[in-house]
């Protein structure tokens, strides 16, 4: 007996060291600690059901909230409220706000031939969207700043004649670009729609040249009442850099693969720019913090939690925000309704020159019953693309560390997730999926290759964070 315990216990030993490194050898690619998945199975539970719609509305906005389930579980429950915000004039093509710009444009060596022939027929083209009211100035950057057009108000014919002026040469001073560009637009921006339109296809070489250096320097300098836009040529510039700027100047960052794309890039900047609504926004969530907290956003950076900022609203925008909630009650609650919170937006309205206020109460009843907190489709439906986007920008961030076993890891994951979402949703997210699926395959074939080494890779890093920063950041 003694002897078949003898044999029997290495045995068991052996077979379960075995069944461990086996199960953590598949789950975990590459041997690194990867995050489980975090999203819930029960939210791809099919109980459909219609919540309350909250909405108000004035003559320029209107501010609508719903809850994924008008029910919270007492005890840690959650609850999801989704907030949309929407510019209601829709055919507004300009603004009684002049708008206040500072064109700060990369004139480096590498911007020869191609790129700055296609960015001088864009750039040609902004005259007609523009009038006298408005101010301009042009910086050209390479390792020198030039100053080609000093901030005043606008000449077709001066415009022109200095767009015409640029000529490509030298290396990269991007800092000194944008801190020229920066102060011009901060000497009108209290009565104007300023905004620094950044635009670079290389390398910072001279000067700052760390995202977070460049960052934080935008933070220092630009006003509050001026933004900034970043736009990236090609599959050399550095996208952390640009979206850093971008970001930190609440404004919009984009990819343009090939430079015959800046006429469309230039054309989208200066109407969303020209036909703003409403500004300086601030929206309070005057949450019931007895009961309740805010836990996070859903692919939304949200930097504290009493209330958040949303980009400025022009018109024809529609934009939406999800918010994960914790019920901060115990099991021995009443179950009753409670005010789960009471949204006060506040802005700048830009044709009356006015500030505005609107109000909408939401209200959440607790429950004792296991709930789906995200059985409204819609609410359900904004998670996932939330997630989605939320999810690619940490696959970006691995990728950035060479850390690729990682990023495919978390894109295999997201797959898992997907397509549990798409059958809920009756194939809504068959593009989304297909997608999903060629990015892993592109990771796979990366290898432990650096992304940045290859142009294929390059482009592929850009386009994917390129599409989160929409989702995420450009609000």
């Known amino acids: 007996m003694k002897k078949t315990i003898a044999i029997i216990i290495p045995a068991l ?10 199960v953590y050898l598949i789950k975990v ?30 003559p320029v906005i209107k501010l609508k909230a719903q809850l994924g389930n008008d029910q919270i579980r007492v005890d840690q429950g959650t609850a999801y409220l989704l907030i949309e915000l929407e510019a209601l004039d829709q055919n507004q093509t300009r603004s009684e706000q002049p708008v206040n710009i500072a064109f700060v444009l990369d004139k480096s060596g590498s911007m020869s031939g191609k790129k700055i022939q ?3 027929q864009a750039m040609k083209t902004i005259p007609s969207l523009l009038d006298q009211r408005d101010r301009i100035s042009i910086h050209t950057y390479n390792e020198e700043v030039e100053e080609l057009l000093p901030s005043r108000n606008f000449n077709a014919a001066e415009f022109d004649q200095a767009v015409n002026s640029i000529n490509t040469s030298g290396s990269t001073n991007l800092e000194g670009g944008l801190i020229a560009g920066i102060e011009s637009c901060n000497k009108n921006s209290n009565e104007f729609l300023s905004r620094v339109i950044l635009l670079s296809d290389g390398l910072a070489n001279i000067g700052l040249s760390k995202p977070e250096q460049l960052s934080e320097l935008a933070e220092s300098k630009i006003n509050q009442d001026s933004t900034i836009s970043t736009i990236g040529i090609g599959a050399d510039f550095d996208e952390d850099i640009m979206t850093s700027i971008a970001k930190t100047g609440r404004g919009n960052y984009y990819f343009l693969e090939d430079p015959d794309q800046a006429l469309d890039i230039f054309n989208q900047e200066l109407t969303s720019l020209l036909s703003v609504q409403a500004e300086n926004l601030k929206l309070d969530f005057n949450l019931n913090k007895e009961h309740f907290q805010i836990n996070r956003a859903i692919g939304y950076e949200l930097e504290q939690k009493d209330y958040f900022n949303p980009y ?10 999800l918010f994960e909630i914790k019920s901060l009650t115990d099991q021995q609650s009443q179950l009753e309704t409670l005010r789960l919170a009471n949204l006060e937006l506040e802005y700048f309205a830009t044709n009356s020159q006015k500030n505005q206020k609107i109000e909408l109460p939401i209200n959440i009843e607790l429950t004792d019953q296991e709930i789906n907190p995200l059985s409204e489709v819609d609410i359900y439906r904004e998670f996932i ?10 696959v970006d961030q691995k990728l950035d560390q060479v850390e690729n076993s990682q990023a495919l890891y978390i894109t295999q994951e997201l797959i898992k997730d997907v397509k549990k979402a798409n059958q809920r949703l009756d194939g809504e997210l068959d593009t989304e999926l297909n997608n999903l699926e060629k ?18 890779g390059r482009i592929f890093k850009k386009s994917n964070q390129s599409e989160s920063y929409e989702k995420i950041y450009n609000k």
């Open 439 to 456: 990015k892993a395959q592109q990771i796979e074939e990366l290898g432990s290759e650096d992304v940045k080494k290859s142009y294929q």
């Open 312 to 321: 400025n609203l022009y018109s024809g925008r529609k934009v939406s925000y």
């Open 13 to 22: 030993i052996t077979l379960l060291l075995i069944i461990f490194f086996t």
């Open 29 to 58: 690619p590459g041997h690194e600690t990867v995050s489980e998945p975090d999203v819930d199975p029960i939210i791809h539970k099919s109980s459909p059901s219609e919540t309350i719609t909250y909405v108000k509305k004035d």
């Open 385 to 394: 693309k939330s997630h989605i986007a939320e999810k690619l920008w940490q």
């Open 118 to 120: 296609y960015l001088k």
